[in-house]
């Protein structure tokens, strides 16, 4: 299954250069990150509202917008579909409260290194 997100990638990928005139995925890439995520953002509220509709096929095709338009933000910061499954697979398996107690404390002990600025 993950083979058509590879091949979206390798799209994607391919168009980060082209004519921002002919391709709507060189538009984004032209137009900066900024462009890029705030099209991620929309694509995530057109999806939440699909699914408060409870359309089902609403909520598949703004799924499959949002999932194509976070292609097109891995690629702007150098990652690929199978970065996201690599993590996905890592968590497998996991409790969802475990692994979010897990980040905070990476994060805490993250701050506690941190050197204190001058007083």
Not at 61 to 71: Q, R, Y
Not at 89 to 98: L, M, Q
């Amino acid at each position: 299954m993950s083979d058509i997100l590879e091949r979206l990638a390798d799209v994607v990928e391919s168009r980060k250069s082209g004519d921002p005139e002919k391709s709507y995925v060189s538009r984004l890439f032209a137009r900066g990150p900024d462009a890029i995520l705030k099209k991620v953002g929309e694509e995530a509220t057109e999806t939440v509202m699909a699914a408060k509709d409870g359309d089902l096929l609403r909520i598949v095709g703004e799924t499959a917008d949002l999932w194509f338009h976070c292609l097109i933000m891995l690629a702007q910061f150098g990652l690929r579909p199978a970065d996201v499954l690599a993590e996905l697979r890592r968590r497998e398996g996991i409790s969802g409260i475990d692994e979010k107690a897990a980040r905070a404390d990476k994060r805490r002990a993250k701050a506690e290194r941190k050197p204190r600025g001058r007083r």
